[in-house]
Nanobody, 125 residues
Framework: QVQLVESGGGLVQPGGSLRLSCVAS????????IGWFRQAPGKALEGLSC????????TYSDSVKGRFTISRENGKNTVYLQMNSLKPEDTAVYLC??????????????????WGQGTQVTVSS
């Protein structure tokens, strides 16, 4: 069974850090471009970062560039999102997905992309 599971969310104060994990089971993450997305209450799904297969090139949205870092650890079938300098507006459910591409700054997914269930990140004092 193909499955993605996110973890690492929680409550953090403004300026703090969290590292999210996206673990795959039933398939090998090495062969997929993986993206991180988030959805805040009442807002549209927002693409944050994609990491490619092969050379592992990365792309970030303007909203997180310089604060978030995506990486993959193929031996653990895991993709991470290191989030630093968190702001209250970063509060959302964070999800990872396969087959992420970025065209002209727009994050896209394939119609058959696999998604995890998400992990809640709350930034508040």
């Amino acid at each position: 069974q193909v499955q993605l599971v996110e973890s690492g969310g929680g409550l953090v104060q403004p300026g703090g850090s969290l590292r999210l994990s996206c673990v795959a089971s039933g398939f090998t993450l090495d062969y997929y471009a993986i993206g991180w997305f988030r959805q805040a209450p009442g807002k549209a799904l927002e693409g944050l970062s994609c990491i490619s297969i092969g050379d592992g090139s990365t792309t970030y949205s303007d909203s997180v560039k310089g604060r978030f870092t995506i990486s993959r650890e193929n031996g653990k079938n895991t993709v991470y999102l290191q989030m630093n300098s968190l702001k209250p507006e970063d509060t959302a459910v964070y999800l990872c997905a396969t087959d992420c591409t970025v065209v002209g700054g727009t994050f896209n997914l394939h119609e058959f992309s696999s998604w995890g269930q998400g992990t809640q990140v709350t930034v508040s004092s």
